[in-house]
Structure formats: C-alpha cells, structure tokens
C-alpha cells in the first residue's frame, strides 16, 4: 500500500523557515517525480513545486527562490525546504507522487501557520 | 500559466440523479508528447486529494465507474451518472501539460 506521511508543520514568524519532509513507503520512490501541493485555509489547491526522478526542479513564482525541494532516494523521504517565509504561505501542504502529467497518491497534509 | 475554469462553482444535486463539471483551460492541454494531461480530483470534507479521472478520461485504480472524464483541446467535462451520498466534496480539474501545474477554483458537489 502507498503511504505518504509529511510531518515538519508548524506555527513559525514571518521571515522564518521550516523544513518539511514527505516519508515514502509501499512503491519505488527513486521511480517516481513528487510534487509539494498547497492549501490556505478555505482555499483551493495551488502547486509548490516538483522534482524528477534526476532531480531536475520547478517552482511557483510564487515560492521561487524561497522555497527547496530535494529528496533523498535512500531514505524514501521528499522535503520541502522553506525559507523567507510570508503569512500566505500559510496552508496545508501535501506531497502527492506524479505519473507523468498526474498525481497518483497524496499524503495527509501538514499544516503551516506563518504568523507573530 | 495556464488558467483553468470551473462551472459551476456549486452543485446542489439530488441523490440517484446526475451531476456534470466543465473545466475550460486558457489554451490547449495537449502536450507536445501528444498525451493530454488533464485529470480530476475529488476532495471530500476533511480529506486529501484523491485522484479520480487521469488524462482527461482514464479512471483510477478503485475509482466507481459512474465517474467518467471527457472532452479535448481546452474543453472538459467530469460526469457523474448517479450522485451517491459519498460524493459529497469538492472536485477539481488540473492540468499538467505545462509548468506551471494549475487547478481550477475547485466545483463545490453537495446534495439537496
């Protein structure tokens, strides 16, 4: 069975970081682009950003320079690596697993709340 | 980026009757592999993302078959034959053709 269980939310200031990771179990995550997806509260789904399985990256304007995405293929594990960060990037942020051009399996969500 | 438009943004239906989503995109979402990467996602209260129509019309693995997906070039539509209670959420459409990946507002399905 796949899982995807992201942890590293949290209630951080603004201008700070946070480091989230996305653990990967029940499939071969080196086969597999990930995608970090994001939700405001009350809001839609916005795409963050993804890495190939070569480790080649693309980001939203909005997060661009900002916000890393990396992974870590021995340890089944995506993260998501937040810097400068603003009140609307407030949001659950779920990592999700691409076929190419779709999003097979998401994770649970972990929240972040930029605020003072 | 590629804009994508839901209507209706509401969908009050009756249980056993129909339902009916349109996705418009702001331009063709045919990829130049010449696959068209515009699937749909269901999001129930409180849950994840759920991945329900790939590639415009393909279901996923455990998805009911009174969901199905159709459409070309920049017009879409997800059908429902018969709305059951679990339907309930809100469903998107998404387009991964090119970067950036973008959704549509997202179609709010409740029952009446």
């Known amino acids: 069975e796949v899982q995807l269980v992201e942890s590293g939310g949290g209630l951080v200031q603004p201008g700070g970081s946070l480091r989230l990771s996305c653990a990967a179990s029940g499939f071969t995550f080196s086969n597999y682009a990930m995608n970090w997806v994001r939700q405001a509260p009350g809001k839609g789904l916005e795409w963050v950003s993804v890495?190939?399985?070569?480790?080649?990256?693309s980001y939203a304007d909005s997060v661009k320079g900002r916000f890393t995405i990396s992974r870590d293929n021995s340890k089944n594990t995506l993260y998501l690596q937040m810097n400068s960060l603003r009140a609307e990037d407030t949001a659950v942020y779920y990592c999700?697993?691409?076929?190419?051009?779709?999003?097979?399996?998401w994770g649970q969500g972990t929240l972040v709340t930029v605020s003072s | 980026d590629i804009v994508m438009t839901q209507t209706p943004l509401s969908s009050p239906v009756t249980l056993g009757q129909p339902a009916s989503i349109s996705c418009r995109s702001g331009?063709?979402?045919?990829?130049?592999?010449?696959?068209?990467?515009l699937s749909w996602l269901q999001q129930r209260p409180g849950q994840p993302p759920r991945l329900l129509i790939y590639?415009?019309?393909n279901r996923f693995s455990g998805v009911p078959d009174r969901f199905s997906g159709s459409g070309a070039g920049t017009d879409f539509t997800l059908k429902i034959s018969r709305v059951e209670a679990e339907d309930v959420g809100v469903y998107y459409c998404m387009q991964a053709t090119q970067f950036p990946y973008t959704f549509g507002q997202g179609t709010k399905l409740e029952i009446k």
């Open positions: 890495i190939s399985v070569s480790g080649g990256t």
């Open positions: 590639k415009i019309s």
């Open positions: 999700a697993t691409e076929a190419p051009g779709y999003f097979q399996h």
């Open positions: 331009q063709s979402l045919v990829h130049s592999d010449g696959n068209t990467y």
